[in-house]
């Protein structure tokens, strides 16, 4: 029988892990309906081992993980990103597989705008990818600890959507107006005030 330790562990990354995810779409939903950005999730590459009846098969994921998310910002800016979560209170730099790391240094070399965003203990953290990759230099370890945080800016939550995107050429007072707005119709909608 598995670690009753682990199998919690286990369940509670996954349940972070994914509302990480949730946050992180509805933050590119918002972006692309008020034409701040087009970001999207990049499909994980799988291999399929055997096809079954009905659509169905069976895959497996390929070793080759590009990064979590790719987009264009309004004006033509690229931006990459990885998308990284912890329960505990550090985050390893190993995080990011050698795959991903070419990947981000690669499109930061074209000029995109490339980060890894972070979410530990109960804040998102928008890190430059110079800064990730320089974890050693930057931070003195290569891994990020909750104490480390407090020389990072929190992603500002808006409506409970992360506003990964603040501060990186597209704010503005039309943009502060749009999420003010926003911030009001989601507080009507879902919880009556």
């Avoid at 953290?125 to 974890?135: A, V």
Wanted: glycine share 8%.
């Amino acid at each position: 029988m598995a670690d009753p330790i682990r199998r919690y562990t286990g369940l509670l990354n996954r349940t972070q892990g994914k509302a990480f995810e949730d946050l992180i779409k509805a933050a590119c939903d918002y972006y692309r309906s008020h034409g701040i950005a087009d970001i999207e999730k990049t499909p994980e590459p799988m291999k399929v081992i055997e096809r079954l009846a009905k659509g169905r098969f069976i895959a497996c994921f390929e070793k080759r993980a590009q990064p979590d998310y790719k987009g264009t910002l309004y004006g033509g800016q690229a931006i990459v990103f990885e998308c990284k979560e912890t329960a505990t209170d550090k985050l390893m730099q190993s995080v990011v597989t050698p795959e991903q790391t070419h990947a981000l240094d690669r499109q930061e070399k074209f000029g995109a705008q490339v980060y890894v965003l972070c979410w530990i203990g109960r804040q998102i953290y928008r890190i430059p990818w110079r800064d990730w990759r320089n974890m050693k230099e930057v931070f003195g370890h290569k891994f990020i600890s909750l104490e480390d945080t407090t020389r990072l800016t929190p992603v500002r939550m808006r409506a409970g959507v992360p506003d990964f995107l603040d501060a990186i050429g597209t704010e503005g007072p039309e943009r502060a107006a749009e999420f003010a707005a926003f911030e009001r119709q989601w507080y009507v909608e879902n919880l009556g005030k």
